[in-house]
């Protein structure tokens, strides 16, 4: 029981519900951009370089049991039980590596710049905070910090 209220406690954190969050959401992102290679960037990128059609870009490394190629499709190859090297999906994957990344990089860019934007006021603030005068001990009347006689009554101001 006790073990269970601690794992409760351990979920309800802050920060495992944001990185829950993040990983939902990276995985929509990736789904997306996946989309985006295979539907929007590849096939214009395949008429551009003679037609070629980078999802069903493969070599056959060894024919199928039932029948021989040539395949004129992966999923044909597949279907035969050919052994294929393809080549398409790994050019796929890669190109949809690097919009990701691409893409967190300037997330982080982002963030690093807002950080120290967020940095820089709070140092601003932490120095208009500090005082800037102080009491006589004296008589009482408020004098520059960095006062080492009091302009008032001439007295000597120890620090």
């Known amino acids: 029981m006790k073990l269970l209220a601690e794992f409760k ?13 993040g990983i939902i959401i990276g995985a929509a992102f990736g789904k997306i ?14 008429i551009l370089l003679g037609k070629i059609d980078f999802a069903n870009l493969f070599f056959v490394l060894k024919d199928g049991a039932g029948a021989s190629g040539p395949y004129h499709s992966l999923s044909a190859a597949q279907a035969a039980g050919a052994v294929t090297m393809n080549v398409g999906m790994f050019l796929n994957t890669i190109i949809s590596f690097t919009i990701v990344a691409f893409a967190v990089f300037m997330l982080i ?13 709070e140092k601003e603030e932490a120095a208009a905070a500090e005082p800037t005068t102080k009491d006589c001990p004296h008589c009482f009347s408020k004098i520059d ?4 006689k009091c302009p ?4 000597d101001i120890k620090k």
């Not at 351990?10 to 969050?21: H, I, K, Q, S, T």
């Not at 951009?33 to 395949?46: E, N």
């Not at 008032?152 to 007295?155: K, L, N, R, S």
């Open 9 to 21: 406690k351990f979920a309800m954190r802050g920060n495992v519900l944001d990185m829950a969050v």
């Open 33 to 46: 951009v996946d989309s985006l290679v295979k539907d929007v960037i590849m096939p214009p990128l395949g």
């Open 109 to 121: 860019k982002a963030v690093n710049t807002l950080q120290a934007k967020l940095e820089a006021q």
């Open 145 to 148: 910090i960095r006062a080492k």
């Open 152 to 155: 008032h009554c001439t007295g």
